[in-house]
């Protein structure tokens, strides 16, 4: 088994062993992900009360166009509906003329915009993603340049790409039948870009496979490690997050792979293997015959 205490004081003595590399390696990662989360969740909000309220006080009518511009304003102007619906009517009043042809240009944008964010997503984040956890899992036992943040574009670079790929869109599409099935998934996935930072080469199966198994049991304790840090990021977010950038962000980094270390040697005493954490060789040469038969 494994305990919260152990790994965070390992983090925290390899984080302070190569302190500035580890904190310029977490800022790449979370620039990186923030882009792509602004890119992918950037959506239009609907305020929910007015619409109710339009469709109640316009029930009877059955087009805006029925209305002219003085009988617009009119309403606007009454107590009944107040300034904020003169506000809204003479948005919607301009708006209503605008030509359908600059509203298809508009959808072509919005359309172009989520398909480029969707493949920068896919074919450079998730790459740099897997690059950096990397970085976390070579830092453990040596000094690793930053060159091995590309290491994902040299090697396995379009299997990376899918797998991390299919890892998110599992995800999305478990979270649509609510909420928790969404978290519990995410945290059975959460091993595979780790696995993959090792194994570049290993195919779909093997990766969602031994994450799961890894996160067998350990689900409900991984989601009480992240709990633990709620207090860290709190602080991390003072003084424009400066704590964040020079200690939290990366003393929960490497926290996570602390854990994922550890529940790999697990895994490996429970298949009568060895996890090899020699990582000064090619990962492609590790120890990964008990990942096979799951």
């Known amino acids: 088994m ?7 004081a390992n983090a925290k003595k390899i984080f302070f062993g190569n302190y500035w590399k580890a904190v310029l390696v977490t800022l790449i990662l979370t620039i990186i992900l923030g ?63 605008i030509p359908g042809s600059v509203w298809a240009m508009l959808g072509i944008a919005v359309a172009v915009g989520i398909v480029v964010g969707l493949l920068i997503s896919i074919f450079l984040v998730a790459p740099l993603q897997v690059g950096c956890y ?30 991390m790929f299919c890892k998110g869109l599992y995800t999305t599409l478990w979270s649509l039948l609510f909420i928790i099935p969404g978290i519990i998934k995410a945290y059975e996935y959460s091993m595979i870009p780790y696995l993959l930072a090792e194994n570049p080469n290993m195919s779909k199966q093997e990766a969602f496979a031994i994450s799961k198994e890894l996160m067998d049991g350990n689900k409900f304790n991984a989601f009480v490690l992240d709990l633990s840090f709620i207090l860290w990021n709190f602080v991390g977010a003072l003084a424009f997050g400066l704590p964040g950038i020079f200690f939290v962000n990366p003393y929960v980094q490497l926290t996570n ?38």
């Open 2 to 8: 494994w305990n919260r205490a152990d790994l965070k």
């Open 35 to 97: 882009g792509a989360t602004n890119t992918i969740t950037r959506r239009i909000s609907n305020n929910q009360s007015t619409d109710w309220s339009i469709d109640q006080d316009f029930s009877g009518v059955s087009s805006y166009d029925e209305w002219s511009n003085d009988e617009i304003l009119n309403i606007g102007n009454s107590s009944l509906y107040g300034s904020e619906y003169q506000t809204y009517l003479r948005i919607y009043n301009r708006l209503k003329n």
């Open 134 to 163: 990397r970085w976390y899992i070579l830092n453990r036992t040596s000094n690793p340049p930053m060159g091995e943040l590309l290491n994902s574009f040299r090697n396995g670079y379009f299997n990376t790409a899918k797998i």
């Open 257 to 294: 792979v602390e854990l994922y270390v550890k529940l790999c040697q697990i895994r490996a005493e429970r298949h009568n293997s060895t996890y090899n954490q020699d990582y000064n060789q090619n990962f492609n040469q590790n120890d990964f015959s008990g990942y096979t038969q799951v």
